[in-house]
């Protein structure tokens, strides 16, 4: 996927990074009480839970270089967390079950777009630092090894998506498309919401992260976040066995080519067969040529 990457949202943070592993990870744990065990009151404890122990850790940490430092150089880990909660709080503001009426798809566009437009205003215009980036091609050609993982993308899509869906039962999770209509509204929401994965998770909640913590441990935080939002939002069941890896996947192969051009492609050809099962397991007889699961 080409060489590691060290960009202006790598750790830079003042505060040892063990001190801010404990915050960080009890924001990151809200998600699963927001959206997987849907305890909404669980889900803010923990979020002002990890606040307070970051705003605790940075005033017992001392020193000229955390005193002195100012916010593009030096960012402030309650800071930085506090937009992590603020865009978790906005999603879990809505059921996040798949509907495909005006109403649902109004309501997720106001609340996913609020969820990554927030943190990046305030981000940008309040805090004055350019954490939260949507690098869009990092300037380079894509190479032979990209090319071939978007092939393979396709291929254990195509392989693993039919019999998860379909053996598992959870195509019932998302509303039967059985009109050109519904159809196309399916189409439109699943490719939507993959690009706004990338765009918060990715883009925002590891950019954040990054800042206070060695990148491998920020890719397993963010997944947390991650895998929780795809839970509630169908991918049950067994599903983890599949979106674990993968958002880990995406937050390594966006490490390694600050391309959110390349990472989204990925989203959106997996996100193609996600498609494409699914109205296959909603209407028997349609694609059954495409897929090896009847």
């Not at 598992?168 to 999770?173: A, H, I, M, Q, T």
Request: proline share 6%; hydrophobic share 60%; charged share 15%.
């Amino acid at each position: 996927m080409g060489g590691d990457v060290r960009d202006e949202t790598s750790r830079t943070s003042p505060l040892p990074w063990r001190t801010a592993l404990l915050p960080a990870a009890l924001v990151c744990l809200a998600a699963p009480a927001f959206f997987v065990l849907e305890i909404t009151w669980l889900g803010v404890a923990l979020a002002f839970a990890g606040l307070a122990a970051a705003g605790l850790a940075e005033r017992r940490t001392s020193g000229p270089a955390l005193r002195a430092a100012g916010p593009d150089d030096a960012p402030g880990l309650t800071r930085d967390l506090a937009l992590i909660v603020a865009g978790m709080l906005i999603v879990s503001a809505i059921p996040l079950e798949a509907e495909l009426d005006n109403a649902a798809i109004a309501r997720f566009a106001v609340a996913l777009g609020g969820a990554v437009a927030v943190p990046y205003l305030v981000s940008r215009f309040v805090f004055r630092d350019r954490a939260i980036r949507f690098p869009w091609r990092s300037g380079a050609r894509w190479s032979p090894m990209q090319w071939g993982w978007l092939v393979g993308v396709l291929v254990l899509g195509w392989l693993i998506l039919p019999f998860y869906f379909i053996t598992s039962g959870v195509y019932l999770n998302w509303p039967v498309v059985d009109t050109p209509d519904l159809i196309a509204r399916l189409f439109v929401g699943v490719g939507a919401v993959g690009i706004w994965d990338e765009l918060f998770f990715i883009c925002t909640v590891f950019a954040l992260l990054r800042r206070h913590l060695p990148d491998a441990t920020a890719n397993v935080l963010q997944a947390v976040v991650f895998v929780s939002f795809l839970w509630e939002l169908g991918y049950r069941a067994w599903g983890p066995v599949l979106t674990i890896p993968f958002a880990l996947l995406q937050g390594i192969i966006f490490l390694r080519t600050r391309s959110l051009a390349y990472v989204v492609t990925v989203h959106l050809l997996f996100d193609a067969v996600v498609f494409a099962v699914l109205v296959h397991a909603h209407n028997p007889g349609l694609l059954d040529a495409l897929f090896l699961v009847p």
